[in-house]
């Protein structure tokens, strides 16, 4: 039995940290999971991300630049420009499609963002994108192998969003190799807990310190010198 076309896409918007966004097919449906990038953002800029929750001290510069790579729909981009107004973000992606909808989001929301075309951090340290104080991430990290992956719930949106060779883990091993090749001083991402502990590894063999995790989130840092 085919799955039904997700409501995000019947009705053109998902809810994202308590904004609409603009979604279509070209684009992730922003998932809950996500949200967590920005509580990570907000702690490590010494802001409260909830009602009585004390913020550690501020990590992160008074006007950190920030880049959100594969922005998809822009939603994690433009919260973050809309929860930091004084941080410098960008965001890119490989998909001119999925950069159409994210400045038809930035325009909504009444931000200025620029979105450049860019595999990983390849613009990185060009005019187009400086180097960033934070990469912020949510890559495609699913694994097609495992037992619970629903495909069939999950074929109505961009497979190139959603799936990584090397059990998912394929795109985010090059951007922790870009990272460490750069320096770029902390590296927030997103993946599945179940693939944490390989990261945690494989970051450490390229110089990243783990500094946290929070539920789908994980962040690490490279000592400066």
């Given at each position: 039995?085919?799955?039904?076309?997700p409501?995000?896409y019947?009705?053109g918007y998902?809810?994202f940290?308590?904004?609409?966004?603009?979604?279509?097919?070209?684009?992730?449906?922003?998932?809950?999971?996500?949200?967590?990038?920005?509580?990570?953002v907000?702690?490590l800029?010494?802001?409260?991300?909830?009602?009585?929750?004390?913020?550690?001290?501020?990590?992160l510069?008074?006007?950190?630049i920030i880049?959100?790579?594969?922005?998809g729909?822009?939603?994690i981009?433009?919260?973050?420009?809309?929860?930091?107004?004084?941080?410098k973000?960008?965001?890119?992606?490989?998909s001119?499609?999925?950069?159409?909808v994210?400045q038809?989001n930035?325009t909504?929301?009444?931000?200025?963002?620029?979105?450049?075309?860019?595999h990983?951090?390849?613009?990185?340290?060009s005019?187009?994108?400086?180097?960033?104080?934070?990469?912020?991430?949510n890559l495609?990290?699913?694994?097609?192998?495992?037992?619970?992956?629903?495909?069939?719930a999950?074929?109505?949106?961009?497979?190139?969003?959603?799936?990584?060779?090397d059990?998912?883990?394929?795109?985010?091993?090059?951007?922790i190799?870009?990272?460490?090749?750069?320096h770029?001083p902390?590296?927030?991402?997103?993946?599945?807990?179940c693939q944490?502990d390989?990261?945690?590894?494989?970051a450490s063999?390229?110089g990243?310190?783990?500094l946290?995790?929070?539920?789908?989130?994980?962040?690490f840092?490279?000592?400066?010198?």
């Amino acid at each position: 039995m085919n799955a039904p076309s997700p409501k995000a896409y019947n009705i053109g918007y998902q809810d994202f940290y308590g904004r609409d966004f603009i979604v279509s097919p070209d684009v992730l449906i922003p998932r809950p999971e996500t949200e967590q990038i920005i509580d990570t953002v907000l702690n490590l800029s010494g802001k409260p991300y909830l009602p009585g929750v004390k913020p550690t001290p501020r990590i992160l510069p008074p006007n950190p630049i920030i880049l959100d790579v594969g922005t998809g729909s822009g939603c994690i981009a433009i919260t973050v420009k809309k929860e930091l107004p004084e941080a410098k973000v960008y965001g890119c992606d490989i998909s001119e499609k999925a950069l159409q909808v994210a400045q038809k989001n930035a325009t909504k929301h009444s931000v200025t963002i620029p979105f450049i075309i860019s595999h990983l951090l390849e613009k990185v340290n060009s005019r187009e994108l400086p180097l960033p104080t934070l990469v912020i991430a949510n890559l495609p990290y699913v694994d097609t192998d495992w037992e619970w992956l629903d495909k069939n719930a999950l074929s109505f949106e961009p497979s190139i969003a959603l799936y990584a060779d090397d059990h998912g883990l394929g795109l985010i091993k090059k951007l922790i190799d870009q990272s460490a090749n750069l320096h770029i001083p902390y590296i927030v991402l997103e993946a599945d807990p179940c693939q944490h502990d390989e990261i945690i590894e494989y970051a450490s063999k390229k110089g990243l310190q783990f500094l946290e995790a929070r539920g789908f989130i994980i962040t690490f840092y490279i000592p400066q010198e």
